[in-house]
């Protein structure tokens, strides 16, 4: 079967392209991904085009050279979610585009340069497969799976738990997902961990102390409470920072962060919560997968905003909370989000922007309802027994007491959909990690953040195993599927 494969940096992803091949489950006609495999690639894989995301010519945006496109699918310019797709592509090169050098002609062009690129391989190399490690969300890998799955080829791509190293295998960001082999038992061992791990996951609601940090909000903020060998890396950290400042791109992002700073110190309140009801926004960081492209048609946070205020009653309000992601000095928050983003939140009728220092567990138990693209803060609502909406393709949809955004919706329909008790949530995180997620981790900040499971060969060699069949399955599941089409088409029918 031919397959374009997308890994990240970790070696478990070039492992696994290696073992496919040599059980001939797979031939690599195009490897796009982490720079950091480029030359192993090469050797490995003589026969596959190899291009790595990292290469100056994608950051100059130099296309790479292809033949003519053909364009002989117009359903790939006529499919009524190409729209949605430019647009989320165009948000792609934005956050390529560091320091705001593309002019709006220019970006264009360079998109339709893009796809016409993205059409070209697919015609010349004729992948039955792009296997994908995370949904796509360089600006590379996102035109070339769009346009590959407009163009009628498979797309899979995996989603993480970032409650615990589990991975779901799906065919687009909606769904659905694949079954875990139940036969082979290779994920014993790793089930019974996870069970444990959503039970004290749970348990932290019942005592009071929830809400997940991600990696990144845990390292900032163990800054705040770190030892001397900490805090000799940070000074140095900072001693380096100062350095940097003095080229202009740095000193530009300094001034672009103090202005997000500025503006929503002038324009946020602080005031007592809880005096009106009022619904949960918590603001995504951006630029960040959990909104591009994981939030689809709804990245936009503005919009799922006005579209949230159009079936909230005019006596409820809406709190919306900055991500601390935002303004720390570390992160990109500048591309993401321009100052008069603040002023165009308050634009919207009964919404509130409070500081990013508000407890978020002190919103979320006084709200009447959380809202959010595809947030965590869905899943700890719902567990709190809360109505939770979520816009995107979160990794816990369709889970008791949270609701997907649909224009039919109405206000009443979101009061009514929780419903369910916390052992109901309970026994649907338990029933979707028995039937569709196996072991593993995504890329190689994940792995450290769960590194005490990573401690002896026992559950790297479960991860393999399991990703890889799972793999096959679904691979081998597309072989028949292929033949059948030949096969009808061979008919006449």
């Not at 190293?165 to 687009?172: A, M, N, Q, V, Y």
């Not at 994981?294 to 205020?309: I, P």
């Not at 679904?474 to 089409?485: S, Y």
């Amino acid at each position: 079967m031919r397959i374009i494969w997308c890994p990240t940096g970790r070696d478990l992803w070039f492992d696994l392209a290696v073992k496919m091949q040599s059980e001939s489950l797979a031939e690599i006609v195009m490897w796009l991904g982490d720079d950091r495999h480029e030359k192993k690639a090469i050797t490995q894989f003589p026969g596959a085009k190899v291009l790595s995301l990292d290469a100056t010519r994608w950051q100059n945006q130099t296309v790479p050279q292809t033949s003519s496109a053909q364009c002989r699918k117009s359903q790939l310019w006529l499919a009524n979610d190409w729209y949605p797709i430019r647009d989320i592509a165009t948000k792609l090169i934005d956050r390529d585009d560091k320091e705001g050098r593309l002019s709006p002609l220019e970006r264009e062009a360079y998109l339709h340069e893009l796809i016409f690129w993205a059409v070209s391989e697919i015609e010349n190399l004729r992948p039955e497969a792009i296997v994908l490690a995370e949904a796509a969300h360089s600006t590379q890998q996102y035109v070339l799976q769009a346009v590959a799955r407009v163009m009628g080829v498979k797309v899979l791509h995996f989603v993480s738990w970032p409650i615990l190293p589990g991975l779901e295998l799906r065919t687009s960001g909606e769904g659905p997902r694949e079954f875990a082999d139940q036969v082979a038992g290779e994920r014993t061992s790793f089930l019974v961990s996870a069970f444990a791990e959503v039970d004290a996951y749970i348990k932290k609601f019942k005592d009071g102390d929830y809400g997940f940090e991600p990696r990144y909000m845990k390292l900032q903020s163990d800054a705040a409470h770190a030892g001397e060998g900490r805090l000799l890396s940070s000074l140095i950290r900072k001693f380096f920072s100062t350095l940097r400042l003095l080229s202009g791109k740095h000193r530009k992002w300094a001034t672009a962060r103090k202005a997000l700073i500025h503006a929503q110190s002038v324009i946020g309140q602080s005031k007592t919560v809880g005096a009106k009801p009022y619904v949960y926004f918590p603001l995504h960081y951006e630029p960040e997968r959990t909104t591009t492209p994981d939030g689809a048609m709804y990245r936009d946070q503005l919009q799922a905003l006005a579209l949230l205020r159009s079936i909230v009653p005019d006596e409820v309000e809406i709190i919306v909370k900055e991500h601390p992601s935002t303004h720390n000095q570390r992160m990109l928050g500048h591309l993401g989000r321009h100052p008069r983003h603040y002023k165009a939140l308050t634009r919207i009728a009964g919404l509130c922007l409070l500081p990013h220092t508000t407890p978020s567990n002190q919103l979320l138990s006084g709200c009447v309802a959380v809202a959010t693209i595809t947030g965590t803060a869905a899943l700890e609502g719902a567990i709190l027994g809360k109505p939770a909406l979520y816009f995107g393709n979160p990794w816990y949809q369709d889970c008791p007491n949270t609701l997907r955004y649909d224009q039919k919706l109405t206000w009443k329909d979101i009061l009514q959909s929780s419903s369910s008790s916390l052992e109901h949530i309970r026994e649907w995180l338990v029933a979707t990690l028995t039937s569709h997620v196996v072991p593993g981790t995504i890329n190689p900040s994940n792995e450290s953040y769960f590194s005490n499971w990573y401690t002896n060969d026992t559950f790297r060699t479960e991860e393999f195993d399991c990703i890889f069949n799972i793999l096959k399955k679904a691979l081998l599941q597309q072989v028949i599927e292929n033949n059948q089409k030949q096969s009808l088409k061979v008919n006449g029918k």
